[in-house]
């Protein structure tokens, strides 16, 4: 009784873990928790954009913000600098094309020296 119980917290732990790390955002990428701000991973071709949100999923301006997309693409990491381009966005040119869903994740220095990443599977 005890075994089931305790096997069926973990299920439902390991479910709601999974859940609330990756969901869909409104720019059709992934969005994954990095510390106190969610980021919105969107990958085309050799193009990666992190648009940045906060724990309201509204718009962070990215102004003074600085980053690092690191992805694996044919099984290598491959580190993408990110720049701030427009409103929420961040934005940088990999050396070759990532593909649609890389893996691997994303890490911001914020105009205070506050660091966070965010990881996408």
């Known amino acids: 009784m005890i075994l089931s119980r305790v096997t069926l917290a973990a299920g439902l732990l390991a479910a709601t873990a999974a ?58 990491p491959t580190r993408v600098p990110l720049e701030p381009a427009d409103g929420n966005r961040l934005s940088g040119r990999a050396a070759v ?3 649609e869903s890389p893996k691997g994740a994303v890490q911001l220095t914020g105009p205070d020296g506050a660091t966070a990443s965010g990881k996408f599977n």
């Open 19 to 76: 859940y609330a790390h990756e969901t869909t955002g409104q720019h059709g990428g992934r969005v994954a928790d990095a510390g106190k701000f969610h980021v919105e991973l969107v990958t085309k071709g050799e193009t990666v954009d992190v648009f940045l949100l906060d724990e309201g999923q509204k718009p962070v301006p990215t102004s003074g913000f600085k980053g690092t997309a690191i992805l694996v693409v044919g099984g290598k």
């Open 97 to 99: 094309a990532v593909g």
